[in-house]
């Protein structure tokens, strides 16, 4: 059996780089239709729409800052009026930046969890009067992509593991909230995945080589690692899935 989306309409963002391109790309050629959204980078975004579009894709590029609920406001009324809903929300947009107790400052602390839980909330908040205004014929379903620092904590980044752990427990709140409506929600918790976020880090010196050894698998993830992954919780065959905090990391954190 196949895992086919075709009739689903899906906003992902921070759909234009890294993990939230490979999703798109993956859901895209499941049949869905996607809805992308990025906060400024216009290249990325214009690459992406070239590549679905050669492929006949239906998509649309919708540029806005999630933490801005007025652009996000805007961002679903134009999903609206093209689609006349909407089935499946990937919230996948996110920063992770240094955040050292007694070295950060009140504005980096609120910068991170500003883009990471507020956004998410503020995204979920539009999406789900749009998923809930019609009778579903998909199923409905929502996808944080979390992280491993949201389960065990992550050092000198605590804003970060901070908003990550918090998207966990709004998501586990949801999938018992939004049951009721024939809603699953769940989460997806990335390890270490070679994106532009992670890049510096990973060029770092002997830092490949350490953190590859903690790694059962002995290698990076792929943003395909996790895009096959919300691949299939949003696929029909994972209808009975909600609440679930799915990680991919190589068995790094258990
Ligand atoms: N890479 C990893 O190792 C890893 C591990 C665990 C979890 N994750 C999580 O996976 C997700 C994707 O990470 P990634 O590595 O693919 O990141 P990335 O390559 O840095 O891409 C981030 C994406 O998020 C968008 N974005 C950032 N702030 C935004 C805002 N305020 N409003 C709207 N869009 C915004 C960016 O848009 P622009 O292009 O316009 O800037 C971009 O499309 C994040 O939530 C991250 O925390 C990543």
């Not at 998509?59 to 499946?88: C, F, N, P, Y």
């Not at 930046?97 to 995204?123: C, K, P, S």
């Not at 696929?235 to 258990?254: D, K, P, Y």
């Amino acid at each position: 059996m196949i895992l086919d989306l075709t009739g689903v309409r899906a906003l992902v963002t921070g759909g234009t780089r890294g993990i939230g391109k490979a999703i798109t790309q993956m859901l895209a050629a499941g049949g869905a239709r996607v809805a992308i959204n990025y906060k400024s980078k216009s290249g990325p975004a214009d690459d992406l729409s070239r590549i679905l579009g050669e492929r006949h894709f239906e998509h649309m590029m919708l540029r806005a800052d999630v933490t801005q609920e007025r652009a996000v406001g805007t961002m679903l009324k134009r999903i609206s009026e093209s689609w006349k809903g909407l089935d499946l929300l990937v919230l996948n947009h996110g920063i992770w930046e240094e955040g050292i107790l007694g070295q950060m400052n009140l504005a980096d602390w609120r910068d991170t969890i500003n883009t990471n839980l507020t956004g998410a909330f503020i995204v979920a908040n539009e999406c789900v009067r749009l998923m809930l205004e019609e009778e579903a014929t998909v199923p409905k379903r929502i996808v944080f992509i979390a992280s491993s620092a949201g389960i065990r904590g992550e050092a000198e980044h605590i804003h970060y593991a901070a908003s990550k752990g918090g998207m966990i427990a709004m998501m586990k709140s949801l999938a018992v909230e939004l049951a009721p409506h024939g809603f699953t929600v769940n989460a997806v918790a990335p390890g270490w995945i070679e994106t532009d976020m992670t890049t510096e880090h990973l060029a770092k010196d002997g830092m490949r080589e350490t953190i590859t050894g903690r790694i059962p698998l002995r290698r990076i993830g792929t943003p395909e690692d996790v895009a096959s992954a919300v691949l299939f919780l949003a696929s029909r065959q994972a209808g009975f899935i909600n609440g679930h905090v799915l990680r991919v990391n190589g068995g790094e954190t258990l």
